[in-house]
């Protein structure tokens, strides 16, 4: 019995530390093994085109794929000239739009890392274009896949846990992240809108329970003097609070904590921790807790740190004596290119805008399921550029009187609307 094998043609944007952790071992292990799926029959993946600045870093990896090498100000212009059916977008966040917008422009399906954007107006377009070029338009939020996150969506889901009343979380990053591999474009970025969109999005959709709620309001506040000047627009850590309120009236708070300047040292490569009270429980989890200690002879911290994560990726030498590479930071990739497999290759063509709607349907991760994770990662910006430029303390109001995202800044009469429309 004889299958044709389907296959899917990628351009990848961006070729730094999240493309060498997440990315390449997801194409590594396709190249050995193809999609497959009743649906679809196997389905190859092959990396055609890598875009970047100089082209240094991905010319490793051009050569052990034959894909093409495009680097320089035209190079995302070069990508896509290539005959590509998938873009995926891995630059630092405030480049995600243009990539993705482009990408959609020419008819790809488009992944995006996390944040998608940083503006509601941006995730209009990137919908509209999905919708008018009928593609995929699809946000990277591996952390739903957390075994410990899929076990709390879980309970919520079936009122084991009911009625979050508040939470707290927390990701802090070494100073190598910040000051060597992030330092290129650091420039005027902050760690929240890197991280704390990861949390935003386990809450917007891990927590949503029976009761009806919705973005209420947003508050920040920061620090800087490590990675850049203390009068300047470059965070060390940040601290925000977002609220949600009930139909019934009720709040639910949540302060999210960031910081890319913890020391090198520190026994685990980030540290991760939440708290979710609910009315009837509380969660509790930790990322280096749950796991193992180790200490290698001269290898440790540096090589191999004390708590190691393996759930998020790791390499494995599997009982059968194959090697693999594994975690919920891969297989959230693959999840996304066995959808698109399953809208080109699942069924008659004139059932594909079906199951395009079908994939679409799926909020994990769909650019059109963003909306309050990328309303507070707007608020957050506005509010630390304030901060900034000498005014602390602003708040923005979610779906106000006069607007979607209403910016208040204490002793100044007035707002600004930084969304006119209905968040």
């Not at 920040?220 to 949600?244: C, F, K, N």
């Not at 004390?306 to 090697?323: A, D, R, S």
Request: charge should be neutral; proline fraction near 5%.
């Amino acid at each position: 019995m004889t299958t044709q094998t389907r296959c899917l043609r990628v351009g990848m944007v961006g070729v730094g530390m999240i493309f060498e952790e997440t990315y390449w071992p997801f194409f590594r292990n396709v190249a050995h093994q193809p999609l497959h799926h009743r649906a679809t029959g196997p389905v190859e993946v092959e990396l055609r085109a890598l875009a970047s600045r100089t082209g240094q870093r991905a010319k490793v990896y051009a050569e052990r794929c034959s894909a093409v090498n495009c680097h320089g100000p035209q190079a995302l212009e070069q990508l896509l000239k290539q005959d590509l059916d998938v873009v995926c977008v891995a630059t630092p966040d405030d480049r995600h739009f243009d990539a993705a917008r482009l990408g959609l422009q020419h008819g790809k399906h488009v992944l995006i890392e996390k944040p998608s954007v940083l503006a509601l107006q941006q995730l209009d377009e990137l919908c509209r274009l999905a919708e008018q070029q009928q593609r995929l338009c699809r946000v990277v939020y591996h952390k739903l896949a957390d075994p410990d996150h899929k076990k709390l969506r879980t309970h919520v889901a079936g009122s084991v846990l009911f009625h979050v009343n508040n939470g707290y979380c927390s990701l802090l990053e070494p100073k190598s992240i910040s000051k060597g591999q992030f330092a290129e474009w650091i420039h005027g970025r902050n760690p929240g809108t890197y991280v704390a969109v990861h949390y935003l999005k386990l809450i917007d959709f891990c927590l949503a329970g029976p009761i009806p709620w919705s973005l209420a309001r947003v508050t920040a506040t920061g620090q800087r003097g490590l990675v850049g000047p203390s009068d300047g627009p470059t965070w060390d850590s940040v601290q925000m609070q977002v609220i949600y309120r009930y139909v019934d009236g009720r709040e639910a708070a949540f302060d999210l904590h960031t910081s890319w300047v913890t020391p090198d040292n520190f026994p685990g490569y980030v540290e991760q921790e939440v708290q979710f009270r609910f009315d009837n429980g509380v969660w509790n989890a930790h990322q280096r807790k749950r796991g193992v200690e180790v200490t290698i002879e001269n290898r440790s911290p540096g090589e191999f740190k004390y708590t190691p994560n393996h759930h998020y990726n790791g390499t494995f030498l599997e009982p059968w004596n194959v090697t693999s590479q594994r975690g919920y930071g891969i297989e959230i990739i693959q999840r996304f290119f066995e959808e698109v497999a399953y809208v080109e290759f699942g069924g008659s063509a004139e059932n594909r805008s079906h199951r395009l709607r079908e994939m679409r349907q799926l909020s994990y991760a769909d650019a059109s399921a963003d909306r309050n994770v990328v309303a507070a990662v707007q608020a957050l910006e506005a509010i630390l550029g304030r901060h900034a430029a000498g005014q602390p303390g602003c708040l923005v109001q979610v779906n106000d009187d006069v607007g979607g995202l209403v910016l208040y800044t204490p002793g100044k009469a007035g707002h600004d609307i930084l969304y006119s429309g209905r968040v």
